[in-house]
Structure formats: structure tokens, C-alpha cells
Nanobody
Framework: QVQLVESGGGLVQAGGSLRLSCAAS????????MGWFRQAPGKEREFVAS????????YYADSVKGRFTISRDNAKNTVYLQMNSLKPEDTAVYYC???????????????WGQGTQVTVSS
């Protein structure tokens, strides 16, 4: 079993920055891929970024490339999402997800956090 708790969301003006954190507990965090996803009102949940167990393989959605950075600290069982140059269209609930079956990239999320709201005002 894996428990995930996100934090760091909030209200920010367009062009601003936020850093989200996702703290994991339970099964060994350091050996599986983690990802960030988001869901805007009335839309499907979408992929944002994925990071491998070692941090050596990272993938981003085209919409956030160059603005968002995913990272992880296995000693702290935490994955981060640094979000810069935020836009109103980034407004969503952000979720972290764990894929214990894969080390390199998130393919199927078996565990979700509760989500954290990010609101970007224009």
C-alpha cells in the first residue's frame, strides 16, 4: 500500500511560480516511477509529468515543457513539481500518482493523492 499527500497549491497571478510536493509512505518509494497529473473543471484528468525511480528519465506534457520541472528526493520520499511562468489555463487540481509496477515511466497509476488546488489568476 502507498499513501500520497500533496501540498503547495494555492492562488497565484499569471507569470508566478508555485512548488508542489508529494510525500509518500508505505511501500518502498525509491524503486518506482512517480507522476503529476491535473484535472480542470469539466475536463478529463491529464498527464503533466513523469519521473523514473532514479530521476534519470523525465517526461513532460507539451503544454508544460520549459515551464514545469519534476524532481524527486528518495531520501525524503518526496516528489516535487516546480511550476514557473504559470498561466490561467494551468488552473486545476493537481494530483500525484505512483506506479509501483514500473521504474522508468508512469503507465498505470495504482495510487493517487488527494489533490491540491492550483488557481492562476489573469
Amino acid at each position: 500500500q502507498v499513501q500520497l499527500v500533496e501540498s503547495g497549491g494555492g492562488l497565484v497571478q499569471a507569470g508566478g511560480s508555485l512548488r508542489l510536493s508529494c510525500a509518500a509512505s508505505g511501500r518502498t518509494f525509491s524503486i518506482y516511477a512517480m507522476g503529476w497529473f491535473r484535472q480542470a473543471p469539466g475536463k478529463e484528468r491529464e498527464f503533466v509529468a513523469s519521473i523514473s525511480w532514479s530521476g534519470g528519465n523525465i517526461y513532460y506534457a507539451d503544454s508544460v515543457k520549459g515551464r514545469f520541472t519534476i524532481s524527486r528526493d528518495n531520501a525524503k520520499n518526496t516528489v516535487y513539481l516546480q511550476m514557473n511562468s504559470l498561466k490561467p489555463e494551468d488552473t486545476a487540481v493537481y494530483y500525484c500518482g505512483a506506479d509501483p509496477k514500473n521504474k522508468v515511466v508512469v503507465r498505470t497509476v495504482d495510487y493517487w493523492g488527494q489533490g491540491t488546488q492550483v488557481t492562476v489568476s489573469s
